[in-house]
């Protein structure tokens, strides 16, 4: 039997420091006619997503700076997010109905999670004055290897702990107020 030919490539840019994707069994190399296998596993079948695990178990420790409701929002954006880099298209309300919370609580864990990267906002998918975020691909991601690869090429690094929110401006008082 005549030995394999082995096919040798880069793990990493040296220029740039870059790591690339590596397909250790060619099954994602392109032309390949592979039909997509979706995991089915009883009694909960469907789709199953990409996650960081360093990355979770920094926001789920009690000191990464987000509390009990932003990691349920998080779990929340995991499971409920469409395929691929698409935003949630809920409103908080919906949200917060959904998981028997305030409007406000679903806002500030949003807000959180987006200041930390986790979340990032999908502009182009606004109606109106209502935003969309989805999950940071970095961070998780519901599809094949390589569409999270395309699809982290513009998101951020998410951090642990997030950044503080902007101090809010203080309201100058009035003579009124004052006496």
Do not use: C
Not at 101 to 110: F, N, P, Q, Y
Not at 118 to 126: F, H, N, T
Not at 148 to 157: G, L, N, P, S, T
Request: hydrophobic share 30%; net charge positive.
């Amino acid at each position: 039997m005549p030995p394999r030919s082995r096919t040798t490539r880069q793990a990493a840019d040296t220029a740039s420091g870059e790591i690339y994707q590596l397909e250790i069994f060619g099954e994602e190399e392109a032309g390949s006619k592979r039909e997509v296998v979706r995991y089915d596993w009883k009694p909960y079948p469907g789709r199953h997503v990409n996650l960081g695990k360093a990355l979770m178990r920094q926001v789920w420790d009690a000191e990464s700076g987000y509390n009990e409701k932003d990691r349920d929002i998080l779990g929340y954006y995991i499971s409920h997010s469409p395929e691929g880099a698409e935003p949630l298209r809920q409103t908080f309300k919906q949200i917060a109905e959904k998981l028997g919370v305030s409007e406000t609580k679903v806002s500030k864990a949003v807000a959180n999670l987006h200041r930390g990267g986790l979340l990032l906002e999908s502009v182009a998918d606004r109606v109106g004055k209502v935003k969309f975020y989805r999950l940071n691909p970095r961070a998780g991601y519901d599809g094949p290897a390589v569409r999270q690869v395309e699809a982290v090429k513009d998101a951020r690094f998410p951090v642990v702990p997030p950044p503080q929110a902007p101090a809010r401006p203080r309201r100058a008082r009035t003579q009124k107020e004052a006496s």
